[in-house]
C-alpha cells in the first residue's frame, strides 16, 4: 500500500504526482508525508479521497518538499479550517504561500497554486483566504 510507496527513494526528480480517487484516508496520506527523497515534488493532488484533518495534520510534517507549489484536495468531505491550518503552519512549503478554500456548486474544491484563483467552468465562491470574509467572483 501507501506505506511501500511512500518509502520509494528512486524518483528524486519527480515533480508531479496524481494519486486523486483512490480511497487514500488519513493513515495513507500520513504515509505519503513520511517521503525525504521527492524533494523535486511540485504538484500533488489529492482529490475525491478520503482525507480528513488527521490527514492533513501528518502531511502537513513533511518538510522535504520544498518546492511544493500546489496541493489540490478537491472532494475530501472530511477536511474543515482545523486542517487547512495544519497546512499553512507548514514553513517548509514557502512556495505555496496561501492555502484558499472554495466552493464549487456541489463539492468543497481546495487547491493552492501560487495565490492563483482558477474557473474551471463553475462558479466559485470565496469562502475563505488566510481568514478574510467571503466574495464572490
Given at each position: 500500500?501507501?506505506?511501500?510507496?511512500?518509502?520509494?527513494?528512486?524518483?528524486?526528480n519527480l515533480e508531479f504526482l496524481s494519486l486523486s480517487i483512490n480511497q487514500i484516508g488519513s493513515v495513507g496520506v500520513g504515509y505519503l508525508g513520511t517521503n525525504e527523497s521527492w524533494k523535486n515534488?511540485?504538484?500533488?493532488?489529492?482529490?475525491?479521497?478520503?482525507?480528513?484533518?488527521?490527514?492533513?495534520e501528518e502531511l502537513s510534517n513533511n518538510e522535504s518538499w520544498v518546492n511544493l507549489e500546489e496541493l489540490s484536495l478537491g472532494g475530501n468531505k472530511g477536511i474543515t479550517g482545523e486542517g487547512e491550518q495544519f497546512l499553512k503552519n507548514n514553513g517548509s512549503w514557502s512556495k505555496m504561500p496561501d492555502i484558499k478554500i472554495f466552493w464549487y456548486i456541489w463539492t468543497k474544491y481546495y487547491m493552492v497554486h501560487n495565490s492563483e484563483i482558477y474557473r474551471y467552468g463553475f462558479e466559485i465562491s470565496y469562502l475563505e483566504w488566510m481568514g478574510q470574509g467571503g466574495k464572490n467572483y
Open positions: 500500500g501507501l506505506e511501500e510507496f511512500a518509502k520509494n527513494t528512486s524518483w528524486v515534488l511540485k504538484k500533488l493532488h489529492l482529490n475525491h479521497n478520503k482525507i480528513t484533518d488527521q490527514g492533513l
